[in-house]
């Protein structure tokens, strides 16, 4: 696929053009001359606009711009610049030209089409021993030159990436090497644009452009370096006439040499346009702030910029208003505009710092509690209430306090009213104990008190039967105080022995009633802790303590033990098939089976009254060890009783 190349290349070049007298209102050398290219504007609508009239402020200029894309540019003052720089007052023209906006009328002028599309004296190439265009007078259309004729150089198109139409001069002089006939606007003038480049260096092509037979411009020659692209541009006028037969002939008739390729032909309408702006001058403004300025702060200076007509106002820190006021010391500026011109005007303003005095608001504060009134301002003098001439001011009791501060012939002053509230008394009493099933009563009502107690209740009495920590803080007029006290509670004492139970001929069980202070009496007048059971019987003990006492039997029966039961200490529920529970095992047949298990608190866990079934816990029991007890009753010959049984077991993880 070929690239498409544009329809129109403008001239870069203008030793390249010719200079007739068409040639002369294409550059623009005259605003006659510029006259006569403007028979017709049918198709001349581009817009051109040098910009609004211009105000400029003394000193200041201002770049005139025609635009960019234009053809030629002709100011007023004869410059063919695009831009031009001003500082004076007037009014400034240009006039500039370019090619109409309805499109190139030439069909295939790239030659990306092929050799189609025009007609031509010359025949199109049917080969010989250098290529397609081995003959002279023919032609071919291609990429490079040397693939049509291999003594040809390698010449690409104009804008290297398309086709472009290789020829092979004839020896006849004035042959159309291209034409094409299109139809034209009247009163139109049109330009006439083609590339010419030499792939052969020597006898370079003659060209001569016609439009109805009628040269335009002075033709143009190749150059005699090859692979150089040329280009053609001239101007023609239509006047009436509405078809244009366009032409490229050759007027070189040498056999040597004179090969040559074209590339970018373009027939296009030709315009021109003028515009005009108006400068003016306009006169900077003059404010006056005045002299500088010596006032004590917060004296309200104000400075008066306003200036007759002015537009605007601009002071240092961005305010638009026609006056500031200062509020520090320092240089103060404002700039006034008239119509974008604008003045500036400053002054120094010096406030001497007065002293600034702030005792707050009234306060309430509580008995005991200091305040320290500070009026501190560098280089002050002070003078309070009582006379005392510090800095600072310590405030005890209630009262109105005040105190002027001076520096210089500046000076503050402010006051402030205290007011004090006693403490309430609270009190809690000393540290206690209580036994269990007894209360506590605390009361700290007092009139118009608040209360706030360490569990963030609010009411003034508080009763309770638990040990811990009480504080609670009791709020009068915003005034605070906080009493607490320790209470101890002692338990009731409990004893619980167990379920009666077996005991094998040739061993002894301990019975337990251990309690924190407990004193012990039991049915043999030990006083204990612990029981050792060494044969069947009934055994009690009754426990007391400073708050009351407690009593529990158990009944031993005594045999012969022959049915043994075994209990792992460990198990592991991972989900690896090994140890996933817990059960206790033994071979002989029973009944009245329960298995319990008991978390670390002595609560059950867990229990089942199925021989073999095991406790396999849950996955939020956590780690550690668990006490377990079996009861059950052996149903093997010579073996009578229940059995009981207890142990700790470890569950991992």
Not at 5 to 17: C, D, E, G, Y
């Amino acid at each position: 696929m070929v690239a498409t190349k544009p329809k129109f290349a403008r001239l870069q070049h203008t030793s390249m053009v010719p200079t007739s007298a068409l040639f002369h209102c294409r550059i623009g050398i005259t605003l006659a001359l510029i006259s006569l290219c403007q028979e017709g504007s049918g198709q001349c609508s581009a817009v051109f606009n040098l910009g609004p009239d211009v105000t400029l402020c003394s000193g200041e200029t201002v770049l005139l711009t025609a635009g960019a894309g234009f053809e030629t540019y002709l100011w007023d003052n004869g410059s063919t610049a695009q831009s031009r720089l001003v500082s004076s007052a007037g009014t400034y023209s240009c006039t500039v030209t370019d090619f109409g906006t309805s499109g190139d009328l030439v069909i295939n002028g790239n030659f990306n089409a092929g050799a189609t599309g025009f007609t031509s004296d010359y025949a199109l190439g049917t080969g010989g021993p250098w290529g397609l265009v081995s003959n002279a007078g023919t032609y071919g259309v291609g990429t490079n030159a040397q693939n049509l004729h291999s003594n040809f150089s390698p010449c690409t198109d104009h804008t290297g990436g398309g086709s472009m139409l290789v020829v092979n001069g004839a020896e006849v002089a004035g042959q159309n090497v291209w034409c094409q006939t299109v139809n034209v606007q009247a009163n139109t003038s049109y330009a006439f644009s083609a590339w010419l480049a030499s792939v052969v260096g020597s006898s370079p092509a003659q060209l001569q452009f016609t439009v109805n037979g009628v040269p335009v411009g002075d033709g143009l020659n190749a150059s005699t370096q090859t692979c150089n692209w040329l280009n053609f541009y001239g101007v023609w006028p239509s006047g009436s006439a509405t078809v244009a037969t366009i032409c490229i002939s050759n007027l070189n008739t040498s056999q040597s040499g004179n090969d040559f390729a074209l590339d970018d032909i373009s027939f296009a309408p030709f315009c021109t346009y003028t515009d005009e702006v108006t400068v003016s001058l306009q006169a900077d403004p003059q404010p006056d702030l005045g002299p500088d300025i010596e006032a004590c702060m917060g004296d309200g200076v104000t400075l008066d910029g306003t200036f007759p007509g002015a537009d605007s106002y601009s002071w240092q820190d961005g305010s638009t208003a026609a006056s500031f006021s200062p509020a520090v010391s320092g240089t103060y500026w404002v700039e006034v505009d008239i119509n974008g011109c604008t003045g500036r005007d400053s002054v120094d303003v010096d406030l001497i710092p007065g002293p600034v005095v702030d005792l707050g608001p009234g306060q309430t504060r509580c008995a005991g509690e200091r305040t320290i009134l500070n009026a501190f301002n560098a280089g002050a003098t002070y003078l309070w209430q009582d006379g005392s001439t510090g800095p600072s001011f310590e405030v005890t009791t209630g009262g109105n306090y005040s105190v002027t501060a001076t520096i210089g012939v500046c000076s503050a002053t402010d006051n402030v009213t205290f007011i004090y509230h006693p403490l309430p008394v609270v009190s809690l009493g000393a540290d206690t104990t209580l036994c269990a099933d007894t209360a506590l009563t605390f009361n700290v009502y007092r009139a118009g008190g608040s209360y706030l107690w360490q569990d963030g209740t609010t009411l003034d009495e508080l009763i309770t039967s638990t040990a811990g920590t009480y504080w609670v803080r009791v709020t009068e007029n915003g005034c605070s105080t906080t009493d607490s006290m320790d209470l101890s509670i002692i338990d009731l004492p409990v004893v619980d022995l167990g379920p009666d139970f077996l005991l094998c001929i040739g061993t002894t069980e301990v019975l337990d009633a251990s309690g924190p202070d407990y004193s012990y009496a039991w049915t043999d007048g030990s006083d204990e802790a612990r029981f050792t059971v060494a044969g069947p019987g009934l055994y009690g003990v009754t426990v007391s303590n400073t708050c009351g006492a407690a009593s529990d039997s158990v009944y031993a029966t005594q045999d012969y033990c022959d049915c043994p039961v075994y209990a792992p200490n460990a198990f592991s529920p991972n989900g690896d098939g090994i140890n996933e529970g817990f059960v206790p095992w033994f071979d002989c047949p029973a009944t009245d089976y329960v298995l319990r298990i008991y978390d670390r608190w002595g609560s059950i866990l867990w229990e089942t009254d199925v021989p073999g079934k095991a406790w396999e816990s849950e996955e939020s029991d956590p780690t550690g060890v668990y006490v377990w007890t079996l009861e059950m009753r052996p149903m093997a010959v010579g073996i009578n009783g229940m059995r009981r049984l207890s142990g700790h077991v470890v569950l991992l993880r």
